[in-house]
């Protein structure tokens, strides 16, 4: 069969290092085709040539056995090819609806029929969004779906799935799931890009895995397995799976560190309260829009609680109400979100300057007072400390990997020297690699006294980490479990039921 | 600026308004059905405090009489009071000290007795706790000065903090105040350190005394602590007799309310804690315990609860015994440990309980995987 898309030697250089080297790679119609790989093979830059957002500096794209030459995205889409990102690209400050038809507008738009053009469509994508909602508002898997309704409704040849199921539920995954193969069935290619293997293995046809920039294998799904496709992604055996043990210790419980009563957010978190222990990993588990980062927004100053019924949160027996995040952050908290893109740094800065702005947060009245050589020595200790793999010591964090922007991000909250350190989906969008040192990192600072957080949506990661299990549900804690006796189904059927 | 200014404002009236909130039982406090599940040994109303003794009996407070726990399970009376028993301890010789509401008598059973009924000058009132320390000396919890100990609701809805922990030195028969102005003291306890111990129930906490201050070492409890006891191999036992709730706190803040209903409704049937609940059709009901499908939501706010924790030598909670809201074992007062049994006394079920320490700990190193 005759590919739709072909790619012949592209590649792509930055700061004289190839992000992407050299790949062939061929795209038949109507195929699921997963690109997988650690964070740095080059997967991102490679789907972002095809999408016209990033220009390679070699190699040929065939479209329909055609030479084109995308220097702009929405060349791309005129072509026939969609990108939905890893983060989300929408106007936060107009509704989903004005989103989803953003670029193709009639003349004359009415609101209301607008609204009811959304609607249908996201009902015939089995997406539960309400269109008038600002996407501001929205938590991040409502954004994703809007990303991939507007795909949809240009009506591509190519779409390109960039981890669109890192923030979605289970049963928005299944949905997510059978539009794949709705499309699959109108003769669209797809291209997938996940973490999450076992998502790979079930959804694609054929499987290619990039490591270092270059491919190392594209072969037919049914020749892969999880061990194989590892190997390929990562060029070592790992000597275990990451998940494939099951706790057997937990970590007795210091003395209490934080302490919230009755929390009350909106409509989001509903009369919350939970403590954290010190030397002990708490994991909070619960489906997307079960009040979880919220609550841990408001202990951190992010965001805050209802004054009226707002409930209490405690600090070392202390109360305490931040109105923003700068005194929690004095007052020794930590708060690593999930959109590390929008809240986790400067993007346009290095790595060094984005940990001594760290610092200098909790710096007090020193701030004003910048040292290019502690800034420096701050730097390399963290990169070397958290292994912060960068072409350059210099290098701005947007030219990071996914996995290596998250240990910056860490890194920019460790230089804090906190004592709650709240982890919110600390290994999204981050390779296996990466993960397991992130793990490692958790469970350090666990050991080390620090009263440690990690919400996830990633049952075997929450059950791996955790010495204390809260399952959270519609907007509170409804459950704890230890993770020796915990199962997935007794966490899935808590955060359900 | 709203927020910093109503803050201020609520600080001045000693308000925290629509804030309130009361902690939770989670982590070591995780709820479980342990004390309903433990052997009952003892079943009989009046049942107040227990005591081991020198000579490794089992003593117990019921009614006007103190008895001894025989192997068979049966009460055997060894000395009968005027006034009804209100608090328990042996003595290192034998001696039983006995709290008797407003006096305090010593004495072998069936010996001459000597007592004391005020400390530096000022009367006992409401004697609800004894404890023997290692040194030969005698604490006393005298929990309020102007309630007796069958008040204690009136005390807990009047704010009472009159409560005093009283040191009485056996051999030269004085007794001193340790520490005053206590909101109500209903539990004493001298640990391995020699640090000495209260339990301030409406302050929610557990103080260490020294200097003749009294600063929280266990601050913010989910309930209402009453009784201490040592626990075997360091640390000790806290009974809690009912939990906190949101509906009590704020009727704590409500003066007006809480006045009026003193005055016009019988004490066994106000907003507040009970030692049992269920009984009588003209309770509070159990807050938010409401039947689902024929089942109580054993989840539910409590009024009333069943609650021991053992604490570790630092004051963290290590693990916890609970009867919970459809349980019956409540308003745990007394705990004694000897050996591996743990006798538990519900004050609410009127029944004395024995467990395995060893197995309750063997199951919680089950959940933690040691």
């Not at chain 2, 036992?237 to 509906?247: E, G, V, Y």
Request: glycine share 10%; with cysteine.
């Amino acid at each position: 069969m005759k590919p739709i898309l072909e790619l012949r030697g592209l590649t792509k250089i930055y700061a004289r290092s190839a992000a992407v080297d050299a790949v062939d790679f061929a795209l038949l119609p109507g195929e699921v085709h997963a690109l997988l790989g650690e964070n740095g093979a080059g997967k991102s830059t490679l789907t972002k040539m095809i999408a016209g957002v990033v220009t390679p500096t070699r190699g040929k794209i065939f479209f329909d056995g055609k030479e084109i030459n995308l220097r702009a995205p929405s060349e791309a889409v005129s072509a026939g090819i969609a990108m939905v990102f890893q983060e989300t690209s929408l106007v936060s400050s107009m509704t989903v609806a004005q989103n989803l038809f953003l670029g193709n507008e009639k003349f004359f738009n009415r609101v209301r029929g607008t609204n009811i053009a959304a609607q249908q469509f996201m009902q015939s994508l089995s997406f539960d969004v309400d269109p008038t909602a600002h996407v501001g508002s929205l938590g991040a898997a409502k954004k994703q779906m809007v990303e991939i309704a507007r795909a949809v409704l240009l009506k591509a040849r190519i779409i390109v799935f960039d981890e669109p199921t890192a923030t979605l539920t289970p049963e928005e995954k299944g949905h997510f799931f059978e539009l794949v193969a709705t499309l699959k069935a109108r003769g669209v290619s797809v291209i997938f890009i996940s973490h999450a293997l076992e998502e790979a293995l079930q959804i694609s046809d054929r499987i290619t895995v990039l490591r270092d920039g270059k491919l190392v294998v594209t072969d037919l799904t049914s020749t892969f397995d999880r061990a194989r496709i590892v190997q390929a992604m990562v060029g070592r055996t790992l000597s275990h799976e990451l998940y494939g043990t099951k706790k057997t210790r937990v970590r007795p419980a210091g003395r209490r560190v934080l302490r919230i009563s009755n929390l009350r957010v909106g409509n989001v978190v509903k009369n919350n309260s939970l403590s954290v222990f010190a030397g002990q990993i708490t994991g909070i588990f619960g489906l997307v829009g079960s009040g979880r980062t919220e609550t841990f927004k408001v202990v951190s100053g992010v965001i805050k609680r209802d004054y009226t019924n707002g409930g209490e949160v405690f600090l070392n027996g202390k109360a305490v109400r931040y109105r923003v995040p700068a005194p929690a952050v004095q007052d020794g908290i930590a708060y690593i979100t999930e959109d590390r893109k929008i809240e986790g740094f400067f993007e346009t800065m290095s790595i060094k300057l984005n940990l001594y702005v760290a610092r200098l947060a909790k710096a007090g009245l020193r701030k004003f007072w910048i040292r290019n050589r502690e800034m420096d020595a701050l730097g390399e200790k963290w990169i070397n400390s958290l292994q912060v793999r960068a072409v350059t010591r210099s290098a701005r964090v947007i030219e990071l990997s996914g996995g290596n922007q998250q240990k910056a991000v860490i890194a920019k909250s460790l230089v804090q020297d906190p004592e709650l350190i709240i982890f919110d989906e600390p290994t999204r969008g981050v390779d296996v690699g990466a993960i397991a040192e992130i793990h490692q990192i958790a469970n350090r600072l666990a050991d080390e006294g620090k009263a440690v957080v990690v919400i996830s949506s990633y049952l075997p990661e929450i059950m791996l980490l955790s010495d204390r299990l809260l399952v959270a549900r519609q907007g509170k804690i409804v459950e704890e479990f230890s993770p020796i006796d915990a199962t997935e189904e007794k966490l899935m059927y808590a955060a359900v039921h | 600026m709203f927020d910093a200014l109503a803050s201020a404002v609520s600080s001045i009236f000693n308000r925290r308004g629509s804030s309130l909130s009361v902690p939770i039982l989670d982590g070591a406090l995780k709820p479980n059905n342990l004390l309903d599940e433990a052997s009952i040994v003892v079943e009989k109303d009046g049942i107040e405090d227990i005591a081991i003794g020198s000579d490794g009996e089992i003593y117990v407070a019921c009614g006007n009489a103190v008895m001894r726990l025989a192997a068979s399970g049966e009460l055997e009376q060894v000395a009968q009071h005027e006034h009804a028993v209100t608090a328990l301890a042996a003595l290192g010789d034998g001696t039983l000290a006995v709290g008797l509401g407003a006096k305090v008598v010593l004495g072998k059973p069936g010996d001459q007795q000597v007592g004391f009924d005020q400390a530096d000058g000022r009367k006992l009132n409401a004697v609800t706790a004894l404890h023997a320390t290692a040194d030969g000396a005698l604490l006393v919890c005298d929990a309020s000065a102007t309630r007796s100990y069958g008040e204690w609701n009136y005390d807990l809805m009047e704010k009472g903090h009159t409560g005093r922990l009283v040191r009485y030195d056996p051999v030269s028969g004085t007794a001193t105040t340790a520490a005053s102005g206590l909101a109500y003291a209903f539990g004493a306890f001298k640990d391995r350190q020699g640090r000495i111990l209260v339990s301030e129930t409406w302050r929610h906490q557990v103080d260490h005394v020294k200097d003749g201050h009294a600063s929280p070492v266990v601050p913010a409890l989910p309930g209402y602590p009453a009784r201490i006891a040592a626990a075997e191999g360091g640390g000790f036992w806290l009974t809690l007799f009912a939990c906190r709730t949101q509906l009590v706190e704020f009727v704590l803040q409500e003066n007006d309310y809480r006045h009026e209903m003193m005055r016009t409704i019988e004490p066994r049937y106000w907003v507040a804690p009970a030692l049992r609940s269920g009984v009588d059709f003209r309770e509070p009901l159990q807050t938010g315990g409401v039947k689902q499908m024929g089942i109580l939501k054993p989840w539910a706010p409590p009024r009333s609860y069943g609650l021991v924790v053992r604490f570790n030598d630092d004051f963290i909670p290590i693990y916890s015994l609970h009867s919970r809201v459809g349980g019956r074992h409540h308003g745990i007062v007394a705990v004694a440990q000897r050996g591996d049994d743990l006798y538990v006394l519900s004050k609410g079920a009127g029944r004395i309980l024995r467990l395995s320490v060893a197995q309750v700990e063997a199951q919680e190193a089950a959940e933690s995987g040691e």
